[in-house]
């Protein structure tokens, strides 16, 4: 708090009560916290007005001294202000002094690593031009490399050079050059004859090279295939059964030729591709398949191993059938079959079917290398008679969990083949199943999959033969038949 007194002036006032006589006063302003009050003293002695100007003057002192230490702090605190920003200009200075340094020997590495990057180049280029030099005097090798025809008669011809080639010919055609060495091209010679590639290579420098090589494409020999059921991997065993006949000697009518073989190595693709246990399977051949072993199959040993509604039933039926006289109905031939008592010798396929439905099996497959032809593979008739059949196209009902792969259409006859020793539609089956039917690559063979396969490799065996064989399909929908 701050209290002082500013003396302003001398006032001379005069007594009423005496005679003239005068008093000095003096005129005062009080000061406290800013707030000034002025005041009047008088009649003060010597003494009094001494006293009271030397606390005036300290007053006047102390106040000049506060306001003089402020100023010095204010000056003082501006000094440092000043000397901070100073320190710090000094700071920016030194730190772009640094990074300049910094960016210079940045530049300087740079501009060493151009230099190196320069030099390293023109030793690259000399390089390149000595190998320049080197590739117009060194002639040009070629060197082929031929497979033979595959089962599409493709052929691939592999090419191999010393340098790589500007220009590739085969008969005149440009098959273009590259960087590399390896080339291949793949052709399909015309069958029967000898082709002839003339191949010509050419390097960048104009340097050629040529080679020829013949090709000789046989005729297709259904001979070259064989059945190979190990080639298939093991399908996990399901909950399925397999009813197999395959009558080749029969007692009472011509033999069906290789029938048995067929049913026979049919026992091993139901094993690896269609899972089933061999405990489940049944197998009759010739003398062992007449028609009380059919019916004893059908009726007691079918139904004792499947499960209803969760089986899976394949039959396959290799030998001879025929159709009533009529035309109007079907047979299975046994191995005791007479042709001239067909309905009572025979298994019509009502029955098959009845007998089937009865199981409860859940899907029943029916793979039939049979015809209704009236002849057997050899073109023999099967009626003592040697009457004509004219078969009715009357398809019998057939409930939807049921599929039936027939080998030909009514009135063709199923054929056999020497060279393959299985009926056509059989041993095309097989090969569907080792893994050739399955057409989008996915490891699974669908139903659709499996005919389509059958279906175009027996037209074509048969035409070969001079022969007309088409296989059906009898299905209600697609469905996966095997896993690769």
């Known amino acids: 708090m701050i209290n002082f007194i500013i003396l302003s002036a001398t006032i001379i006032t005069t007594s009423l009560t005496n005679s003239f006589s005068a008093e000095e006063c003096l005129a005062v302003t009080e000061c406290l916290n800013g707030e000034c009050v002025a005041k009047t003293q008088c009649g003060l002695s010597n003494q009094d007005k001494e006293i009271e100007r030397v606390q005036i003057q300290r007053r006047i002192d102390q106040e000049v001294t506060r306001k003089l230490e402020a100023e010095q702090r204010r000056l003082g605190e501006e000094r440092r202000r000043i000397k901070e920003q100073q320190d710090e200009l000094l700071k920016n200075r030194q730190e772009q002094r640094n990074q300049e340094q910094a960016r210079q020997k940045e530049l300087q590495k740079q501009l060493q690593q151009y230099r190196e990057l320069e030099e390293e180049l023109k030793d690259r280029i000399k390089l390149q031009k000595d190998k320049q030099q080197a590739h117009r005097a060194e002639p040009l090798n070629m060197a082929l490399d031929v497979s033979d025809p595959d089962s599409h008669g493709e052929i691939v011809i592999t090419i191999t050079t010393n340098k790589p080639l500007s220009s590739l010919k085969i008969n005149g055609i440009e098959e273009g050059g590259g960087d590399q060495t390896l080339y291949t091209v793949k052709r399909i010679p015309k069958i029967g004859l000898t082709t002839i590639y003339h191949i010509i290579g050419t390097d960048e420098y104009g340097i050629s090279a040529s080679r020829e090589v013949s090709i000789q494409r046989n005729l297709p020999d259904l001979q070259q295939e064989k059945l190979n059921p190990i080639s298939r991997e093991k399908t996990k065993p399901k909950n399925a059964v397999a009813l197999i006949f395959?009558?080749?000697?029969?007692?009472?009518?011509?033999?069906?030729?290789?029938?048995?073989?067929?049913?026979?190595?049919?026992?091993?693709?139901?094993?690896?591709?269609?899972?089933?246990?061999?405990?489940?399977?049944?197998?009759?051949?010739?003398?062992?398949?007449?028609?009380?072993?059919?019916?004893?199959?059908?009726?007691?040993?079918?139904?004792?191993?499947?499960?209803p509604g969760k089986s899976e039933v394949f039959i396959f039926f290799s030998g001879h059938g025929l159709p009533s006289i009529d035309g109007g109905k079907k047979y299975l031939l046994p191995w005791d079959a007479d042709a001239d008592f067909l309905e009572e010798s025979s298994i019509s396929m009502s029955k098959l079917i009845s007998s089937i439905s009865s199981s409860g099996a859940l899907h029943t497959t029916l793979f039939f290398d049979s015809c209704y032809s009236g002849l057997n593979r050899q073109g023999e008739t099967l009626l003592t008679n040697a009457r004509p059949v004219a078969l009715k196209a009357r398809p019998g009902a057939i409930p939807t969990n049921i599929t039936l792969f027939s080998a030909s259409e009514l009135g063709e006859m199923a054929s056999g083949s020497d060279k393959l020793q299985h009926g056509l539609f059989s041993f095309f089956l097989m090969k569907g199943l080792e893994g050739k039917a399955d057409k989008n690559a996915d490891d699974t063979i669908s139903i659709r999959e499996l005919h389509e396969y059958i279906a175009e490799k027996v037209r074509r065996a048969a035409m070969a033969v001079g022969r007309s064989q088409n296989p059906t399909i009898t299905t209600h929908g697609d469905r996966i038949i095997s896993h690769m």
């Open 246 to 307: 395959g009558i080749d000697e029969y007692r009472r009518v011509p033999n069906a030729e290789y029938a048995d073989l067929d049913a026979i190595a049919f026992y091993d693709y139901a094993i690896r591709a269609l899972g089933v246990s061999p405990e489940n399977i049944k197998i009759l051949l010739n003398e062992k398949a007449d028609r009380v072993a059919f019916f004893r199959s059908l009726d007691k040993w079918l139904p004792a191993q499947v499960a």
